[in-house]
């Protein structure tokens, strides 16, 4: 096998097509609904032209929902409000069906699939197809220890690579990407403060079920002295996922620059799927524009994080399971711009000697509005 080399992916993932990008909000313009009518759908539909390269857009057929399994050492410290080490019992409800992602997956008829990559179970006792990308059982505990060794991270990244061609080479159309663990989203904040260069009080978050105070509080110390740990590393983002993250954000990011030269577009769901985000962009600084963020989560640290992709969730309903809930709920939505900016008709031309379209809508700028991202600056 030969050595990971994360620079390639500067070289190996290019922007969506602006060529498209710019046919889709030409017919945009034709379309008898006015321009803004439509809201941010447009430029969701727009987003979704240039990254299938296609115009009009197909829909979206093969959706599939993606999820990172592991447990975390540092749920140890009780910063979570589940016990550690009960990743399992998430990934079951998930597989039984019980589970909120799994329920809302079964109605819109979305596929679901789970990849174990450190869940702290016997890995018999998950199916086979589960467990075939599992690393490693949990992670250190990241105040004190590296989270995984340099082998353990790079396995977990190339886990995360493999399942991106292998939905990509199953013809899904768009990913669903979300987590299950415990511990997760206090792993995460430490990720986003350390490429933020933030405090740990400003990404602490109270978690999957809410913690109390004092667990706050000892998250909040386990973050910053696990940014301590990440200051060395931050330079080099296999290493900083080895010290600091954990095997399901490093195949999550892995997951997310292999999709991106897949050109397979991706939903992100919460605080952690965020933070491999803002990994990923690290790496490579244009595969954001692969993606999408399904929801605000309320964890502040995902805000922290999206505002340095400078993306904008397209739903804020506070749902805090992670599981890729949050995604799944904005599924719908990207699926409802796929229809409408794919099969609105067009404008028959006016015919010869009538007034054409008002100046001002014909001379309308078609460069990129910016409504999926925040204002730069
Ligand atoms: C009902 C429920 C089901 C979930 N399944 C996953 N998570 C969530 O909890 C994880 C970690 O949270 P923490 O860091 O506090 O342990 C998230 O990564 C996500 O998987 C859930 C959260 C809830 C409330
Ligand atoms: O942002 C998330 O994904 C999240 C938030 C709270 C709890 N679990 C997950």
């Given at each position: 096998?030969?050595?990971?080399?994360?620079?390639?992916?500067?070289?190996?993932?290019?922007?969506?097509?602006?060529?498209?990008r710019r046919a889709a909000e030409e017919r945009r313009e034709r379309l008898a609904v006015p321009p803004g009518a439509l809201g941010r759908l447009d430029e969701l539909g727009e987003w979704l032209a240039a990254a299938r390269?296609?115009?009009?857009?197909?829909?979206?057929?093969?959706?599939?929902?993606?999820?990172?399994?592991?447990?975390?050492?540092?749920?140890?410290?009780?910063?979570?409000?589940?016990?550690?080490?009960?990743?399992?019992a998430l990934v079951r409800a998930v597989l039984a069906?019980?589970?909120p992602v799994a329920v809302l997956a079964d109605r819109l008829g979305v596929p679901v699939r789970v990849v174990d990559v450190a869940?702290?179970?016997?890995?018999?006792?998950?199916?086979?197809?589960v467990v075939r990308h599992r690393v490693r059982r949990g992670s250190g505990v990241i105040d004190r220890e590296d989270a995984l060794t340099a082998g353990e991270a790079e396995r977990a990244f190339r886990a995360g690579m493999a399942v991106a061609d292998e939905e990509a080479d199953a013809g899904t159309d768009l990913v669903v990407l979300g987590d299950l663990s415990v511990g997760g989203?206090?792993?995460?904040?430490?990720?986003?403060?350390?490429?933020?260069?933030?405090?740990?009080?400003?990404?602490?978050?109270r978690g999957g079920l809410p913690i109390d105070d004092l667990a706050w509080m000892r998250k909040c110390a386990a973050i910053r002295d696990a940014l301590r740990r990440a200051r060395p590393v931050l330079g080099d983002q296999l290493e900083l996922l080895a010290a600091v993250g954990g095997a399901d954000l490093a195949a999550l990011t892995g997951f997310l620059l292999q999709s991106a030269v897949r050109r397979t577009p991706v939903i992100l769901d919460g605080v952690v799927t965020s933070a491999a985000a803002l990994v990923a962009q690290r790496v490579a600084f244009r595969a954001p524009d692969w993606w999408v963020c399904g929801q605000l989560s309320g964890e502040p640290g995902q805000a922290k994080a999206l505002d340095r992709l400078a993306m904008e969730p397209l739903l804020d309903?506070?749902?805090?399971?992670?599981?890729?809930?949050?995604?799944?709920?904005?599924?719908?939505l990207v699926q409802a711009a796929a229809a409408l900016s794919g099969a609105l008709p067009e404008q028959q031309p006016a015919p010869e000697g009538e007034a054409g379209p008002a100046p001002e809508a014909a001379d309308e700028p078609a460069g990129e509005s910016g409504l999926l991202k925040k204002a730069e600056g």
């Open positions: 096998m030969s050595a990971l080399n994360l620079d390639d992916f500067s070289d190996l993932i290019k922007r969506p097509d602006s060529t498209v390269a296609e115009v009009p857009v197909a829909p979206v057929e093969r959706p599939r929902v993606v999820l990172f399994a592991a447990d975390h050492g540092v749920a140890g410290l009780e910063v979570s409000a589940r016990p550690a080490g009960t990743a399992e069906g019980e589970a869940v702290d179970c016997d890995p018999g006792t998950l199916p086979a197809e989203t206090t792993v995460a904040a430490t990720l986003i403060a350390a490429l933020c260069g933030t405090d740990a009080s400003v990404v602490t978050g309903q506070g749902v805090r399971v992670g599981e890729g809930l949050g995604a799944l709920l904005a599924l719908p």
